[in-house]
């Protein structure tokens, strides 16, 4: 949780933390800002001080709003600085940071960054700056030790959040489900009232209107793919592909806040129509290891124990498993889940077995998400929900949806 | 062009550029890959050579959709090396792109990076990875010298991209001005029919509506602000205030294709029912000064000449602005225009006098924005459409809508 920041960074040697980029779309600034319109922004994290953010001036509301300490960008001439280097962009820069961080008094000590930015142009000025100020140590929390670590566990604030995008979630997949069921069937086809197929295409079109809607929105689209392509588990659907009675359809929908806040995760496997013996039998494998695995869930566990325990379950029904076979890619091909919060996948990991703190613990919010693929037989199947861990270390969803295969369509 | 990227790689001395991230709202990947459902890529550009492409195992059909030369990241066992290097997350990273980079034949030289990433994480990589590769210069591009200056000038495939983000734009911004006007007023307030007052947040959500509708997104969220929002140029409006007549609404909207392909720009500033003079008088100072300007447009000059040239004009008009004082907050407080493609905001730049590489020219796509913001006296007014340059030199506006201030409501 964020009161834990300035102790994580004690214990890690960092004298500040430097976050950069918007403030929207970009986990590590909204973590501090809230989601922001900030287009371009730097924001010092100083153990003991009110963080420092540094905005354009035509952002002087947005940034105002977060009630840190501000520096406008208008009060360092980069122009200026621009000629005095005779058009060496990169220094100028990288003297306009040097000006900022001795204003503030950050000449020394571990400076970690962070932040979506374009990672080229901003690597050159910081190799210009770190020579230009070389008490800093300007690197990476590559361990996720700091900020990703307070991330890992969530405040009340937090859970009601991602509780409220899981209730919306949820809503657009009952709505997505009575959709289906709406439409008529003819020949193993579900049509429009004008007669034509109803495609992947539609669908996802009215799963973006719903979530608009409802002020949520999917920067990294929806899974809804049919056949095939569902047997890949990072295979988003293909627009054009008519939706077709008896094959899995895997929906993975991973909203997240409006400009880029909390996220949610959840995925069913759906069978219109019917289901072939060989599908109803992998669909009920998927679903006992789910439940299986749940009620393994325990505090102190490192989720890595979980992966293992869902390879040996599915190596049991006979699949090849990711931990056999690294480069496995029918049977268990992924990780089990991983932690949700202002990224889709954030700590805790689910695949790094050494790392003692990455562990399920009070405040953790993660996925739990088995399945299984076989692309070249034409189908996939996976479940997933996203559980949270409470106060007082119990394990729970935040939404219920069922869980069924087959979805029973009306008459054709 | 795309075509140009080897010979600007040639000039500027690069071995390869190396692009990272996501293949959705990505710009140095999707110029590449196209918007791809890519959760975290590599791909290598080098000069006589087919890039390549290093994806998650699970995202093989995705990545294939290139037509690149291909690598899994499955063919490096991570957590052998994690494993080996005592659990050093950073250096196990570094020795993985070590063994891709060298399975490439790439180990010397300058390498250019690009992407958005989460900067500190990567930044401490690619610090490992340049001690294990002392022969490559790992840097950025700071001076937009290679894919920038390379997306500057848009093919024809582009073009019409733009062109239908500008027909979509302006569709939904009439869509606005319907919906605004089919609303009753009371007293100085729009009013819905169960006789609660529309806001700035009911209209935007419609916005989002159609703009999802009609295949769009807008990532960085649309600007409609009034009153002294207006006056703000990038105060994005309060979704709770009531729509009053009379007052200045700055309507900035700037989607992009969804999943982060190209954007479009445009302005329009309305009152509502009546205009005050004052604003009457601002707006024509605005419209004249974008007339002006639209009519200066010539190939080869440096947009900073036209900047200047606004400068001057609003200067005469009695204004404060940039030129004058850099902090100015009043008057007019930002650049005439910006490039537009794959970002809202790229190449050309309008505040950089120095770089001759930085002129309209054929292919080039800008805005044109002139404003004058009173945030004290509670207005802004600015206008702004999205140009092009023809392959014969010719410039134009990719959609035309109306520049009127005054909307006339119907009776309350």
Chains 1, 2 share one sequence.
């Not at 002087?60 to 280097?85: H, M, V």
């Not at 503030?104 to 210009?128: C, E, H, M, S, W």
């Not at 604030?157 to 509780?163: A, F, G, N, P, V």
């Not at 003692?356 to 199947?381: C, M, R």
């Amino acid at each position: 949780m964020k009161q834990q920041i300035d102790a994580l960074m004690q214990q890690n040697g960092a004298a500040a933390l430097w976050i950069s980029g918007a403030g929207q779309h970009n986990p590590a600034m909204v973590y501090f800002t809230g989601i922001a319109h900030l287009t371009g922004a730097d924001l010092f994290v100083i153990p003991g001080r009110t963080p420092i953010l540094c905005h354009g001036p035509m952002e002087r509301d947005e940034a105002a709003k977060s009630g840190f300490q501000l520096i406008s960008y208008a009060d360092y001439d980069l122009n200026a600085l621009i000629k005095e280097t005779n058009g060496d962009l990169g220094l100028a820069s990288a003297l306009r940071y040097k000006q900022i961080l001795e204003g503030i008094n950050l000449t020394k000590g571990k400076v970690l960054l962070y932040g979506l930015r374009d990672v080229g142009p901003f690597l050159a000025v910081i190799q210009q700056l770190q020579k230009l100020l070389p008490e800093l140590e300007l690197t990476g929390d590559v361990n996720d030790a700091i900020l990703l670590e307070a991330r890992a566990t969530k405040d009340e604030d937090e859970m009601d959040r991602i509780r409220a995008m899981g209730q919306l979630t949820t809503r657009v997949v009952g709505n997505t489900l009575d959709l289906l069921t709406s439409h008529k069937v003819q020949g193993d086809m579900l049509v429009k009232s004008d007669g034509s197929p109803l495609t992947i295409g539609d669908v996802k079109t009215q799963i973006n209107l719903w979530l608009t809607a409802y002020g949520a929105e999917n920067p990294e689209d929806t899974i809804f793919a049919i056949g095939r392509d569902a047997g890949v588990p990072h295979s988003s659907g293909t627009p054009s592909d008519p939706i077709r009675l008896g094959r899995t359809i895997v929906y993975d929908i991973f909203p997240c806040e409006q400009g880029g806040g909390y996220f949610y995760d959840f995925t069913r496997t759906w069978s219109l129509g019917y289901a072939t013996d060989e599908v109803h039998q992998i669909h009920d494998q998927v679903l006992n290891t789910y439940n299986q695995l749940a009620s393994e869930l325990r505090v102190g566990i490192n989720p890595a124990i979980l992966q293992q325990r869902t390879c040996e379950l599915l190596e049991a029904y006979g699949h090849e498993t990711v931990r056999t076979n690294p480069r496995v890619s029918s049977g268990y091909v992924h990780s089990l889940g991983h932690g949700v919060g202002l990224d889709v996948h954030e700590k805790p990991w689910f695949s790094r077995p050494k790392d003692d703190s990455n562990i399920l613990q009070p405040g953790s919010v993660f996925t739990l998400e088995p399945g299984l693929y076989y692309p070249e037989k034409g189908y996939g199947v996976r479940l997933e929900d996203t559980y949270f861990v409470s106060r007082d270390g119990k394990f729970a969803k935040f939404a219920d949806f069922p869980m069924d295969l087959v979805v029973p369509m009306k008459a054709g």
